[in-house]
C-alpha cells in the first residue's frame, strides 16, 4: 500500500470568526499576511518531513476560503517537486472543467513532472459546489468542459512528432507543441475522484485510479462498479493500485492522546459544511435524480458503518468517524487494523490518502502524528498483501 500524507493547508486563526461561511464572502482583511506566511512555511515544514519518512505527498486546490490556502496548486508542486527527494507527489485535484486553458495546464502539469523527475500524478477532478463563484463558470455542461480539456491535456502531453490544431466545443488551438514534455510516458497517471457508481464505471473503463473522499462503508459499491466496468474492458480483475480513500488519522502511543489528537483533525469535517446557502448546490451542479435524492432526504447522512448506522460525518463523534471509517484513529497497532479492515471490507485499495493534519493540530503535534505513523504504521502496511477482488459481470 502507498501512502499520501494530505493537508488543505488551512487559515484556521479566523475559524471562530466568520459569521456563517468560511468560503466566498469571508472578507479577505481578516487575514494576516505575514500570519499565512508564516502557516505556508509551516506546511511546506511538514510536507519535506513525509518526504524523509518515506510518505508521499497529496495536494489540492480551494479558492476564495479560509479552509484551504492553497488556490494555486501549481505553486505547492513548484515547490515540492524541487525540494523533495523521493516522494510522489499527487494533485487532487485539479479542476479542469472549470480552468479556461488547458493548453497553460498541460505545459504547468508536464513541467512539474520534469522537475519533479517522474513522480507526478494527476488528479483530475469536477471540484465542489463552492467553486464555481471564484471560477466564474456555469455549472451545467461542467462535466463535458471536464472532458474536453481531459483529451485536450493527454493529447498535449503524448503528441512529440509535430504541432497539432485543435478545434472542440469548448477550446480552440492553432498550434499546440507544449516544452518541456513530461518524463512518465505516455503522460503521468491519472486519478479522479467521485461517490457516483455511474462515475466510477466511466473511471473503470479507462482504467484510472479512483479515490473516495470520506465515504465510509458506503464506498464499497463504488468500488465494485468500477471493479465491473474495469474487468469488462481490460478483462482481468482491477488491481488493487486502482483504488484509493482518503481518511482522517490520529495516532499515538496511547488511545487517550491520539484521541485528543483527533479532535483537532476532524475540524477538517466540521468546518467544511460552514458555506453560505447560496452556493451549497448552484442549479446544474447535480443531476436531477441527485437534487430529488436530497429533497426527499436520501442524501443524508453522508456514510455509514459497517453495520448500516448512518453517520453526519459534519457532526458525527471520533468514536462514529471511526465506527463509519472515515477517521482511524488510536495507537498505531489500533490504525493498522483499521485501515487493513476498512481495506479488506473494500475489497481491496492499494492507496492510502491520510490527512494527519487539519484545522488547529499543532505542529507538534502533526510532527509526531506523521513519524509515528511513518515508523509504526507504514512498514507495515507497505508489507500487507492486498485482496484483489474479482467481480460477475453485469
Given amino acids: ?18 459569521s456563517g461561511s468560511l468560503r ?28 524523509e519518512l518515506g510518505l508521499n505527498i497529496m495536494l489540492n486546490e480551494h479558492h476564495q476560503t479560509a479552509t484551504c490556502m492553497s488556490s494555486t496548486v501549481i505553486v505547492g508542486l513548484s515547490v515540492l ?43 483530475f477532478i469536477k471540484g465542489v459546489p463552492f467553486e464555481f463563484p471564484a471560477s466564474n463558470q456555469n455549472p451545467v455542461g461542467v462535466m463535458d468542459r471536464f472532458w474536453e480539456a481531459h483529451d485536450f491535456i493527454i493529447k498535449a502531453m503524448s503528441s512529440h512528432d509535430e504541432p497539432f490544431n485543435w478545434e472542440g466545443e469548448y477550446f480552440h488551438y492553432r498550434q499546440v507543441n507544449i516544452w518541456p514534455r513530461p518524463v512518465q510516458q505516455p503522460h503521468p497517471p491519472i486519478w479522479s475522484t467521485t461517490g ?10 479507462k482504467g484510472y485510479v479512483i479515490a473516495t473522499l470520506g465515504s465510509g462503508y458506503a464506498t ?11 474487468q469488462a474492458k481490460w478483462r482481468r480483475p482491477a488491481p488493487a493500485d486502482r483504488f484509493g480513500y482518503l481518511g482522517l488519522v490520529a495516532v499515538a502511543d496511547n488511545e487517550t492522546e491520539a484521541r485528543r489528537r483527533a479532535e483537532f483533525v476532524a475540524g477538517y469535517l466540521r468546518t467544511s ?50 465506527d463509519a471509517g472515515i477517521m482511524f484513529c488510536g495507537t498505531p497497532d489500533q490504525v493498522y487494523d483499521q485501515i487493513v479492515q476498512f481495506t479488506e471490507y ?14 488547529f493540530l499543532s505542529h507538534e503535534d502533526t510532527v509526531s502524528n506523521l513519524t509515528m505513523f511513518s515508523k509504526e504504521v507504514l512498514p ?14 453485469a
Fill in 346 to 359: 473494500c475489497g481491496g485499495m492499494g492507496n492510502f490518502l491520510m490527512m494527519g493534519h487539519a484545522g
Fill in 24 to 51: 466566498v464572502i469571508l472578507p479577505n482583511r481578516k487575514l494576516d499576511p505575514k500570519i499565512a506566511g508564516d502557516l505556508f512555511h509551516r506546511y511546506y515544514d511538514e510536507l519535506l518531513l513525509c518526504d
Fill in 273 to 322: 459544511a460552514i458555506v453560505h446557502r447560496p452556493f451549497r448546490n448552484p442549479p446544474g451542479f447535480l443531476s436531477v435524480q441527485d437534487n430529488a435524492r436530497m429533497l426527499r432526504g436520501e442524501s443524508a447522512p453522508r456514510s455509514y458503518t459497517k453495520d448500516g448506522r448512518g453517520i453526519n460525518m459534519h457532526h458525527g463523534s471520533v468514536q462514529d468517524l471511526i
Fill in 196 to 205: 457516483s457508481t455511474t462515475q466510477a464505471r466511466v473511471l473503470g473503463e
Fill in 380 to 393: 507495515r502496511l507497505r508489507e500487507y498483501k492486498q485482496p484483489v477482488t474479482e467481480i460477475a459481470a
Fill in 81 to 123: 517537486a524541487r525540494q523533495t527527494k523521493k516522494a510522489r507527489l499527487l494533485v487532487l485535484g485539479y479542476p479542469i472543467g472549470h480552468r479556461p486553458d488547458p493548453l497553460r495546464e498541460a505545459e504547468e502539469l508536464a513541467t512539474i513532472d520534469v522537475i519533479s523527475r517522474g513522480r507526478l500524478d494527476m488528479g
Fill in 220 to 230: 464499497r459499491p463504488v468500488y465494485d462498479a468500477y471493479r465491473q466496468a474495469y
Fill in 1 to 18: 500500500m502507498q501512502v499520501y500524507q494530505f493537508t488543505e493547508q488551512p487559515y484556521y486563526p479566523v475559524w471562530n470568526d466568520h
